[in-house]
């Protein structure tokens, strides 16, 4: 276990920064997942830390050691690649053991360590059998074998999970939260997926454009999004937006003509005039007559596009300021498209972003 | 008329066979002849009309070549053997060693010039060795190293590199560079990664790109006719054109030697053939 610190890191491609001097604390054997849309700089700054792409400026510590120049070897962190990256002409358990070999282990040692590893993943069976002759989730555990023999002090996973079908996908996310709860290992951890991120994370770190956008845990950054961009990355279904500005006496005026009436708080909070953008995530939505949202609620109605029904609940879609919105429907009936709904806003749990700057207020 | 599934099928199924066999003996009888007329007397070799059935198979040509009476038809095959192996193994090994380094390079790295380069590699194979063979002896005769082992050595590496290098460039490419990458994380230095993870999988490539060399070295007969002189450095390929005089060729005595040049290719690839199965890259990554 180790604590990992990013300090202004820089990556560059010749003239063209990736990474702009981003700031980073790790602590110990805690489970930080780097996420964002694909070319924000996640998986470079994973590189970086793993020591297969050079540090063009700033400082990488593990530990209190700076890695800068280290070799990956010297680092004592273990990798999990997306597409497994195992050893196709050895076995499994050569696999498992190939670290502990280069490190000049004694046999006994390989073996029982390799044995522990294979007892935790489940691969007892599997151990002589090549990498092509396994599964995909086979393939993946080997792979999360290889990194937790070494006992290393971080583990790093770039997309582990991305290569898998949906099903197994789920099943093997769940298998590593276990794996970090037995061992206990600073974890970094890759995905473009925000589910992953925040069934998985202690904190998440949202990266866009090479930039850290926000850090926190899930739960902060579901309810706190930082702005428009993590607001909407977040969460699924996506966060329904509408334009609108900021009336006197606390009223939200939309383009479309509706008026909500702001919660005391945050009419206090964000000035008269203001243009901005608002964001109501589908669960602070509710249909008339299907549940009551919190204390102080605005009422809007709007067309139903369509209903997807996922059987104790159904997202229905609808036409709203322009663009379309969804909610969650509990104890779902059935809405014909086209049929006129009533919905009720909780204004306690709605987001206003300015509409120039795109933070949140 | 209709024709039946099956009846079409067992049909199709001649037609493949015979296809097969016609391509078969194509290839195949050329070096059965050769076989053949090196057991049997120049009478029934040169016999008019052609004796297609042996009528009298015997070692004698075999017997003659090694014979100590150049009058009854000896050659020095032992001298040319053995420049033979020394030539074609020590060119061979030299541009399989330049070849994975340069494959690898090729297939890793990045550097100015790369393909221009490559081009450069693929443009050489496009000149006749021939062609070559009246400057090449002009500068090795300056240099002085026409008839001598190292001449030919010289010659064939040059000759053979830029295939090899693509061929192995190709190999070094199927092996999926995070397998690097994951041996480095493992604790291997890079030379490691390279020998304990890389190597072994582009191994069969390379096994093939060193039987394509060292039979283009074996078999080259243009420029080491102008480039040797002697039994210091003379060939069995050039050896063949001992059998040859002003007004007679002992077609016998060249079949024979051509048999003894033969097998040793032969066997050599059947050893190595198993190693040119590929396939083991399959299954380290996602495919």
Not at chain 1, 42 to 58: N, P, Y
Not at chain 1, 339 to 348: A, D, K
Not at chain 2, 242 to 249: A, Q, W, Y
Not at chain 2, 265 to 276: E, G, N, P, R, W
């Amino acid at each position: 276990m180790a604590t990992v610190t990013l300090e202004k890191v820089v990556k560059r491609y010749g003239p063209i920064d990736v990474v702009h001097g981003i700031d980073l604390e790790i602590g110990h054997g805690e489970f930080v997942v780097l996420v964002g849309p694909s070319g924000c700089g996640k998986s470079t700054t994973l590189r970086m830390i793993a020591g297969l792409e050079e540090i063009s400026g700033g400082a990488v510590k593990i530990g209190e050691n700076i890695v800068n120049d280290l070799p990956p070897r010297d680092r004592n962190v273990s990798m999990v690649f997306q597409n497994y990256a195992l050893y196709p002409h050895m076995t499994v358990a050569e696999n498992l053991g190939f670290s502990l070999k280069i490190a000049k282990r004694s046999k006994d040692d390989i073996e029982k360590r390799v044995a522990e590893a294979a007892a935790i993943l489940g691969l007892g069976d599997l151990m002589e059998r090549l990498p092509g002759q396994l599964s995909g989730g086979q393939r993946q555990r080997v792979a999360m074998g290889r990194a937790i023999v070494r006992h290393p002090d971080v583990f790093l996973f770039d997309e582990p999970l991305s290569n898998l079908d949906a099903k197994l996908r789920t099943q093997m996310r769940t298998e590593i939260k276990k794996l970090h709860q037995k061992v206990k290992t600073t974890v970094i951890y890759v995905t473009h997926d925000q589910i992953e991120a925040m069934t998985l994370a202690d904190r998440i770190v949202i990266m866009r454009g090479g930039h850290i956008v926000q850090v926190g845990t899930p739960m902060d950054i579901f309810h706190n999004p930082a702005n428009l961009f993590v607001a909407q990355f977040i969460g699924s279904p996506p966060m329904n937006l509408a334009e609108g500005i900021v009336g006197s006496n606390g009223k939200l005026t939309l383009a479309n003509g509706d008026v909500l009436t702001l919660a005391p708080d945050m009419a206090a909070r964000v000035p008269e005039g203001t243009a901005v953008t608002l964001g109501v995530r589908a669960e602070d939505l509710a249909i008339d007559g299907h549940g009551r949202i919190g204390s102080h609620i605005s009422t809007i109605k709007a067309a139903v596009n369509l209903t997807e029904p996922l059987g104790n609940e159904s997202l229905v879609f609808f036409e709203y300021g322009g663009s379309e919105w969804v909610t969650r429907m509990f104890n779902p009936r059935d809405i014909a498209p086209g049929e006129t709904i009533t919905l009720h806003v909780n204004m306690e749990s709605i987001h206003l972003f300015d509409k120039t700057t795109e933070k949140r207020l | 008329m209709m024709v039946s599934h099956g009846t079409r099928k067992i049909y199709l199924k001649w037609c493949r066979w015979i296809g097969t066999f016609l391509a078969m003996s194509a290839i195949c009888i050329p070096g059965l002849w050769i076989v053949l007329s090196s057991f049997r007397p120049n009478v029934e070799i040169l016999a008019k009309p052609a004796v297609w059935i042996p009528q009298d198979l015997n070692f004698d040509h075999y017997a003659a070549i090694f014979s100590s009476d150049p009058g009854q038809g000896a050659v020095p095959v032992w001298s040319y053997f053995q420049n033979s192996l020394i030539i074609a193994t020590t060119s061979t090994l030299i541009a399989l060693l330049i070849g994975m380094a340069g494959g690898y390079a090729f297939a890793r790295y990045s550097f100015k010039g790369k393909d221009t380069m490559f081009l450069g590699f693929m443009l050489s194979r496009t000149v006749p060795g021939i062609a070559l063979s009246l400057p090449l002896f002009m500068v090795y005769a300056r240099l002085g190293i026409i008839d001598t082992d190292f001449g030919m050595i010289l010659i064939y590496v040059a000759l053979n590199l830029p295939f090899t290098i693509w061929l192995i460039d190709g190999f070094f490419r199927q092996v999926p560079q995070e397998l690097n990458q994951a041996a480095q994380i493992d604790g291997c230095t890079p030379w490691q990664a390279f020998w304990l993870v890389e190597f072994p999988l582009a191994k069969s490539g390379i096994a093939s790109a060193g039987i394509f060399a060292f039979l283009t070295s074996w078999n080259e007969f243009a420029l080491a006719s102008q480039l040797t002189r002697s039994t210091a450095s003379k060939t069995l390929p050039v050896g063949l054109l001992d059998f040859t005089s002003e007004f007679t060729i002992n077609w016998g005595g060249m079949c024979a030697l051509a048999v003894i040049m033969i097998v040793p290719a032969l066997l050599l690839t059947f050893i190595v053939q198993k190693h040119l199965v590929a396939g083991l890259t399959f299954g380290g990554v996602k495919g």
